[in-house]
Structure formats: C-alpha cells, structure tokens
C-alpha cells in the first residue's frame, strides 16, 4: 500500500529557509500527482502547492507568494518542499499527499488518497 513519510521540519527563526522532503514508496504505477498542504489547531487543511508526475507543472496557492517552490525527483522517489523567506504565519504542521495515479493534477484535500503523518514546522 502507499506510504508517505514527511521530514525536514524544526523550530526556525523568521526570513531563514527550510526544506521539507516527502519519501514515496507503494504506487504501483508512476503518473501520480503529489500535494503538500498545512494545516494549524482549529482550521482546516490548506492547500500548498501540487506538482504533476513528471515534476514539470505546479501549482501553488495565492496566500505563499512566491515564497515555496514544490519539486520532485522520481529516481529518489521523493517530493520537496522548499521553504523561503519564512514567517511566523507559517507556522503549521505540514503534510505531504498522495493522489490517484491517473495523470492529473489536483488542488483539494478531498481529491487525494493518501497522506503521511506530518512534520511541524515552527517559525519565531
């Protein structure tokens, strides 16, 4: 079954940088699309940004500004997450997410399938 394992995040300072890596294992074919969200006490799971199976298109949420890149390395089988210029706002418990390995991209938690446990990312 498909397994997703979330590291790379800490306790930080603001304006400095972290990278958050999601190790994929169990997909039985490769044309799946990846997503990583973020999600604080009391609200919903927020979308980040999502990167189709070659790792050529992306798609990120209007509220991170340019500041997060999402990339991927299938060799590795590994998605990233780089984090930039961070801000106390970003504070959440972030998780990396698993879609139906159909070929599309998708931006909603509903649409995916599979999610690894979070790594928290706090920022002072």
């Known amino acids: 079954h498909v397994q997703l394992v979330e590291s790379g995040g800490g306790s930080v300072q603001a304006g400095v940088s972290l990278r958050l890596a999601c190790t994929v294992s169990?997909?039985?074919?490769?044309?799946?699309?990846m997503g990583w969200f973020r999600q604080t006490p009391g609200k919903a799971r927020e979308a980040i940004a999502a990167?189709?199976?070659?790792?050529?298109?992306?798609t990120y949420t209007d509220a991170i500004q340019g500041r997060f890149t999402v990339s991927r390395d299938n060799a590795k089988s590994t998605v990233y997450l780089q984090l930039n210029s961070l801000k106390s706002e970003d504070t959440a418990l972030y998780y990396c997410?698993?879609?139906?390995?159909?070929?599309?991209?998708?931006?909603?938690?509903?649409?995916?399938?599979?999610w690894g446990q979070g790594t928290q990312v706090t920022v002072s």
């Open positions: 997410a698993g879609a139906p390995p159909n070929g599309l991209i998708y931006k909603w938690a509903y649409e995916y399938h599979y």
């Open positions: 169990g997909y039985t074919r490769r044309s799946y699309c």
């Open positions: 990167i189709d199976s070659d790792g050529i298109l992306a």
